[in-house]
Nanobody
Framework: VQLVESGGGLVQTGGSLRLSCTAS????????IGWFRQAPGKARDGVSC????????SYEDFVKGRFTISRDNVKKMVYLQMNSLKPEDTAVYYC?????????WGQGTQVTVSS
């Protein structure tokens, strides 16, 4: 079972994208979910996470005030709204449980921010 990410693309500096995460078979609504990213030549880092009931969310300092995580447990979707994008946000973005489980890593979605 994998989680499936979508919504990436190429945007200019200052632009916005909304990433989506869903699971084809599993109950995504039963897990805290995190967004992670991996830039070329770098390790995969956590970006943001949200609890099952959406009562708590957290963000890494480098995205605070620009990114917003949300979820819709009825639709079994988790979103990452990304605003004021910077070239350093360029990476492959992944969703996974929080903490991440190996079996849930998907292909990710590429986000490229041009300067």
């Amino acid at each position: 079972v994998q989680l499936v990410e979508s919504g990436g693309g190429l945007v200019q500096t200052g632009g916005s994208l909304r990433l989506s995460c869903t699971a084809s078979e599993d109950r995504i609504d039963e897990y805290a979910i995190g967004w992670f990213r991996q830039a070329p030549g770098k390790a995969r880092d956590g970006v943001s996470c949200i609890t099952v009931g959406s009562d708590r969310s957290s963000y890494e300092d480098f995205v605070k005030g620009r990114f917003t995580i949300s979820r819709d447990n009825v639709k079994k979707m988790v979103y990452l709204q990304m605003n004021s994008l910077k070239p350093e946000d360029t990476a492959v973005y992944y969703c996974n449980t929080d903490p991440p489980l190996k079996r849930y890593w998907g292909q990710g979605t590429q986000v490229t921010v041009s300067s």
